[in-house]
């Protein structure tokens, strides 16, 4: 029988040696991974600052949940081509060829461009409430009606060019908290409206990714109590100047809401 102290040793030493090997296969894990993070600009990091010289336009932020993933994780390759203002047709036209055999995680988030939700976003905002209705209203039929088949577009695209990755199709997150307080801003029913496309939209994006065999990663629960007018901090910008980075989730946005969502996808 081993002596308390002996005892107490082993059981030390196997611990450490446990942990040793559980971060040297988290470590391998890491280096065998080739990331490759497609998508709009709530992937690319609009809103939330410290933009990459190189990406002009596209405004790809060091702040995005991507860039804070590959910061967290330092896979063997990482591959940034997401854009501000992509809709489908430009993540299969502009971005795909980042994809390749090896590509081992891929994540993704379209479909409001083309859903027209920053356009039904700007009539709610500055016009009338029976405007914003019929916005939204035009923006979640083009969601149920058309971009089913945009997405299944994309998402065969993407296991086409990749088809060894894990794929993580992200949605987007209500922008307004129902009941909340601001000093300005628009009004509950407009408020709810927009929720409801949101809604609208992670429900079509979630069946597509799903019928494609891809995670669906759901950022709606996370960023409760931190929308706009939320009682919280708020992760995502009102209006603001550049008036681009509207409605966009802010840095915080991404480090507490988005990334920790991919993180448990990925």
Not at 119 to 124: E, K, N, R, V, Y
Not at 188 to 215: H, P, Q
Not at 234 to 245: D, G, M, Q
Request: glycine share 10%; hydrophobic share 40%; with cysteine.
């Amino acid at each position: 029988m081993l002596r308390p102290a002996r005892a107490m040793s082993v059981a030390v030493t196997a611990v450490l040696l446990s942990l040793t090997t559980l971060v040297t296969a988290g470590s391998a894990h890491a280096a065998g991974v080739n990331y490759v993070a497609l998508g709009d600009s709530y992937a690319s990091g609009l809103g939330a600052g410290s933009y990459t010289s190189e990406s002009g336009s596209c405004k790809r932020s060091t702040n995005a949940y991507a860039y804070l993933w590959k910061n967290a994780h330092a896979p063997s390759s990482f591959s940034f081509v997401a854009c501000a203002g992509a809709r489908t047709s430009d993540v299969l036209n502009n971005q795909l060829s980042a994809l390749n055999s090896s590509t081992t995680l891929v994540s993704v988030s379209v479909g409001g461009n083309d859903a027209g939700f920053a356009s039904a976003m700007q009539t709610c905002v500055l016009d009338s409430e029976s405007a914003c209705l019929n916005a939204i209203a035009t923006a979640k039929n083009y969601a149920t009606g058309t971009l089913p088949g945009k997405l299944d577009q994309v998402y065969s695209a993407i296991h086409a060019k990749a088809p060894n990755a894990r794929v993580v199709v992200l949605g987007y997150p209500h922008l307004y908290k129902v009941g909340g307080s601001c000093i300005f801003g628009i009004g509950d029913t407009k408020r709810s409206a927009i929720n409801s496309a949101a809604d609208t939209l992670d429900d079509v994006i979630a069946k597509r990714a799903a019928n494609a065999g891809f995670a669906f990663g759901d950022v709606r629960s996370i960023f409760r109590e931190h929308e706009i007018c939320g009682s919280s901090t708020t992760w995502l910008n009102s209006t603001t100047l550049p008036v681009e980075e509207s409605y966009h989730p802010k840095a915080a946005g991404h480090s507490g809401g988005f990334l920790p969502v991919f993180t448990a996808q990925a």
